[in-house]
Nanobody
């Protein structure tokens, strides 16, 4: 199973970005899909997760600003990020539980700066 993430970049505070992560390969089932992030000098942390049934959970710091969604037909998970803040700057990684194994994407940089 391979994960291809995209959508990162540089945005001003208050702006928006949308991340995508597509899973491909020999996939029989995908359970949880989600996003983590790691800022310089900090541990990787959960940002958002979404189950195959559409249930979501979010880090407190992003609730009300970020929205996770998924397209099961395309094996793709999205993260819509609004009202971005400088403290959201990090490398964002998608994480997928597929065929009972955990897979990580390559990471995409999100920088929020004026």
């Amino acid at each position: 199973v391979q994960l291809q993430a995209s959508g990162g970049g540089l945005v001003q505070p208050g702006g928006s970005l949308r991340l995508s992560c597509a899973a491909s390969g020999s996939i029989f089932s995908i359970n949880v899909m989600g996003w983590y992030r790691q800022a310089p000098g900090k541990q990787r942390e959960l940002v958002a997760g979404i189950t195959s049934g559409g249930s979501t959970n979010y880090a407190d710091s992003v609730k009300g600003r970020f929205t996770a969604s998924r397209d099961n037909a395309k094996n793709t998970v999205y993260l819509q990020m609004n009202s971005l803040r400088p403290e959201d700057t990090a490398v964002y990684y998608c994480r997928v539980v597929a065929n009972v194994y955990v897979y990580w994407g390559q990471g995409t940089q999100v920088t929020v700066s004026s």
